[in-house]
């Protein structure tokens, strides 16, 4: 493991995570919030913390491991949107930043969604 990109990144969820049960993978994955605002990212990041810390004390990788992995998903999400709820005094969507703050890969790096098929010359 060599915390490749700075906590909350993708990257580092999957550096971390290598070699680690796919569940364990794909939650890790979920807490990320790098792609947030800093105005979402406070109510997002502790519970990426937790589940760093649970990854890394907990080196056996069982059913209870992603479970509580997938709990702390779920805890954010409904962290995320309570702080929503506290910052603008009810609940929906926040505006958009100016700029994006982690932009995606490029769709060239994207895995292929829905049926694939050839694209002929026109």
């Not at 929906?92 to 098929?117: E, H, I, M, N, S």
Request: aromatic fraction near 4%.
């Amino acid at each position: 493991m060599t915390n490749a990109g700075k906590p909350g990144t993708p990257e580092h969820a999957a550096d971390l995570t290598t070699g680690r049960h796919p569940g364990v993978q794909d939650a890790m994955q979920w807490l990320c919030f790098s792609h947030l605002s800093d105005q979402l990212r406070r109510f997002s990041k502790p519970f990426y913390d937790a589940g760093q810390n649970l990854i890394r004390e907990v080196s056996a990788d069982s059913a209870e491991l992603t479970t509580a992995l997938n709990a702390l998903v779920t805890a954010k999400d409904h962290g995320v949107r309570a702080g929503i709820r506290s910052d603008q005094g009810k609940p929906g969507p926040v505006p958009r930043p100016a700029t994006v703050v982690d932009p995606p890969a490029t769709t060239a790096d994207l895995p292929p969604f829905g049926p694939q098929t050839e694209h002929l010359p026109s």
